[in-house]
């Protein structure tokens, strides 16, 4: 049994608390997060679109599979994750596809990370109500 091994790109995604693991494989479009369809797992139109922005950006929807698998903070979090994985895993699959993903602000991570909540308050910025008496 001679066993075809297909390449991979990889490329790690991060947003908020999400982290995703995305791998590229040459293919036909098919794209699975966690072992789950892709339509399963973000049932929302605007996750979906999100996260395979980077494909549509640079014209290569049918032409790979991908693998992903995200843990860790929300939906929209998750969605934005997989996008900057996809967009890291393209750049490795060819450099040329660089100046399309950077324009669209693709390969840049976002920082905007939750506040810690600090003592002897309710949250991060609230303050617990004034009394006067």
Request: charged letters at 30%; glycine letters at 12%.
């Amino acid at each position: 049994m001679a066993e075809t091994k297909t390449i991979e790109f990889l490329g790690t995604g991060r947003r908020k608390t999400a982290v995703a693991r995305v791998r590229l494989a040459s293919g036909t479009g098919k794209i699975t997060v966690n072992g789950r369809a892709f339509d399963n797992y973000f049932p929302l139109e605007t996750q979906r679109s999100q996260a395979t922005l980077p494909l549509t950006t640079t014209g290569t929807t049918e032409k790979f599979d991908v693998r992903v698998n995200v843990s860790g903070g929300g939906p929209n979090g998750q969605a934005d994750a997989v996008r900057h994985g996809i967009a890291r895993a393209l750049l490795k699959f060819d450099a040329t596809l660089r100046p399309p993903l950077k324009a669209g602000g693709l390969l840049t991570r976002d920082p905007r990370m939750r506040e810690r909540k600090k003592y002897g308050q309710p949250g991060a910025r609230k303050r617990f109500q004034f009394s006067k008496r």
